[in-house]
């Protein structure tokens, strides 16, 4: 891989699950709170999964919440099924339900990729979430939070698969995912790497072997390759890093 930023990855270990969705929402806030001090506007790519909606749904019974502009914050996604609009395994769904519902949050802020019921097809959807981070600058994404599968993939980057290697966009349609649903759109690896900060968040003893692979730097696995400009950082619970 080209291009790996030179700072260390922390990892940061709390004794549960829960505590790993409550301590990252209130990290997400802060950094949140302390970005728009210094900047206009942050751009925030989130994750779906057990781990990211619970932490969003944290974020929402937060008092910290009420004390950031929403107005000028940014929400994008890491990747997303394609299926038709308000499907059950939609990320955007599920965050809407768990936090976004509750913002004062303007819908042109909310940077949802494209569903079955709108797009012909993945790569169509795929082509116009490029145009959308086109349109914003191409944001260095202040924060991007990432899941990550038993098998180490993260976004819809999966191991092996051609995705993982893909270059040149921002954005590309995924097939044959071996996670279902098996069409998705996914942020390439380059736009990942393109964050100022990426935080990887895993729980349970079902991670704990790819964790280990990742934190030693197997490039196999697309959750060891990805990194954030000034900061990597891992999330995650006693159980996921008990083969380190």
């Keep these: 891989m080209t291009g790996v930023s030179d700072h260390a990855t922390r990892v940061v270990v709390h004794p549960s699950a829960e505590a790993v ?13 302390d970005t728009l001090s210094v900047q206009d506007r942050a751009d925030v790519v ?13 974020a929402a019974r937060s008092p910290l919440a009420s004390a950031i502009d929403w107005t000028s914050v940014h929400l994008w996604w890491g990747d997303e099924r394609f299926v038709p609009a308000g ?7 599920q965050a809407q339900e768990a936090l976004l519902g509750s913002l004062p949050l303007p819908e042109e802020n909310i940077h949802r990729m494209g569903a079955s019921s709108a797009f012909a097809s993945a790569e169509e959807a795929a082509a116009a979430y490029a145009d959308d981070i086109a349109a914003a600058g191409a ?3 202040d924060v991007l939070m990432l899941g990550m599968g038993p098998d180490g993939h993260v976004a819809s980057l999966f191991p092996g698969h051609a995705g993982y290697e ?4 921002e954005a590309i349609a995924v097939h044959d995912s071996p996670k279902p649903p098996p ?30 692979r990742s934190l030693h730097g197997d490039l196999e696995l697309p959750a060891a ?14 159980e996921a890093v008990a083969k380190v």
């Design 21 to 33: 969705t409550d301590a990252t929402a209130a990290r997400l806030l802060v950094t949140l709170i």
């Design 46 to 58: 989130l994750t779906g999964g057990t781990v990211g909606i619970a932490t969003l749904a944290a």
């Design 87 to 93: 499907d059950a395994d939609r990320n955007e769904g």
């Design 139 to 141: 944001p260095a994404w």
């Design 166 to 169: 893909a270059r040149g966009s």
């Design 183 to 212: 069409t998705r759109v996914s942020l390439t690896l380059e736009s990942i790497r393109r964050a100022k900060r990426v935080w990887i968040v895993a729980a349970g003893a079902a991670k704990a072997d790819v964790v280990a």
């Design 225 to 238: 390759a990805a990194r954030g400009t000034a900061e990597t950082l891992w999330l995650v619970d006693a």
